[in-house]
């Protein structure tokens, strides 16, 4: 069975919503501005959630700075986390342990963090999203922010692989495209992936819509060399990889639709496919899409275990 993380329409569940979350196909939602008035809102509705469906992952894009989707009542405002990058051990806890306290305090599983991409300032999309310049700061900041992310429940997601940082376009709307080398790309932009990956602290990875023809003519998160023969090959990692937002341009533009482009991500190798905004295609991709192989089931419910064994509250049971 293919997998997605999908987005719903309001501050609510529509008829439309519950509809497609019923979907076996569906394994989660991610939450948006969109979806928050308030903090007893933002509660209701995830108990909401869960009450249709105890299973769903609830998701969010929460890092700090410009991309922290729920602002005000019921939540502090955090720094960008290319603040964090001259700071003591105690203030990266601090900033992890309130982002992820907060979310799961009002029902949110999980946020697609940390940004392990490196910083550029004439980035479009990452800029301050990043820890730092330094691929090594980069590690040793996403490290004890991971670490307490565990301590809260909360897994993690290294995005967006593999290096969306020294890339000046901004996916969303535009062709992301580098000419980087492969041996370059892991002195730069891969290295934490990879010594993360190798320190046991990568629980998934997302993937961006991100181009390195000198290595690969196809989009990384519709690349069999990045996700299957790369990511799961050299690197030996064993998690959950995600998509990107299925409705961003550079996957959209890599591919004939919605349902193209997904049915492409899942080929290459990947697990969970995120389609947060555009709800006809999510209508039309859940309708097409058809059930993979059971072997390949049953090695998807190993990881999706695995993964979800640190879904859990500072108590210890499930959210």
């Known amino acids: 069975m293919t997998h997605f993380i999908i987005g719903i329409e309001s501050t609510y569940l529509s008829k439309e919503d519950i509809f497609r979350l019923t979907n076996p196909q569906v394994i989660g939602v991610i939450l948006f501005k969109r979806n928050y008035e308030n903090s007893l809102q933002l509660k209701n509705l995830t108990h909401q959630i869960k009450r249709l469906r105890h299973d769903l ?52 599983d999980l946020s697609f963090t940390p940004v392990v991409d490196l910083y550029n300032p004439n980035s479009r999309v990452i800029a301050k999203r990043a820890f730092s310049d330094d691929p090594q700061e980069v590690i040793d900041i996403a490290q004890s922010y991971i670490q307490t992310l565990h301590k809260h429940g909360m897994p993690s997601v290294l995005k967006h692989f593999p290096g969306h940082g020294l890339i000046q376009e901004d996916s969303h709307l535009e062709v992301a495209c580098s000419n980087q080398n492969l041996k370059d790309l892991e002195q730069t932009e891969l290295k934490p992936f990879i010594t993360l990956i190798n320190n046991k602290l990568a629980d998934s990875v997302m993937v961006g819509h991100i181009q390195f023809p000198r290595i690969d003519q196809t989009i990384a998160s519709m690349s069999r060399f990045w996700l299957t023969d790369y990511l799961r090959g050299k690197l030996g990692f064993n998690g959950i990889i995600f998509s990107d937002d299925m409705g961003m341009f550079a996957a959209t533009n890599a591919s004939k639709s919605t349902f193209d482009a997904c049915q492409k991500f899942f080929e290459a190798g990947g697990d969970i496919a995120i389609i947060g905004n555009d709800f006809s295609g999510i209508d039309s991709t859940l309708a097409k899409l058809k059930q993979k192989p059971q072997s390949d089931e049953s090695i998807f419910n190993q990881r999706w275990q695995k993964f979800t064994q640190h879904l859990t509250n500072e108590t210890g049971s499930l959210q």
Do not use: M, Y
């Not at 009542?73 to 342990?97: E, V």
């Open 57 to 108: 992952i609830i998701s969010v894009d929460h890092e700090g700075g410009r991309v922290q989707r729920f602002q005000g009542d019921g939540f502090s405002t955090l720094a960008p986390p290319f603040s964090l990058q001259n700071s003591t051990q105690a203030d990266i806890k601090n900033h992890a342990s309130i982002l992820a306290s907060e979310l799961k305090a009002h029902g949110v």
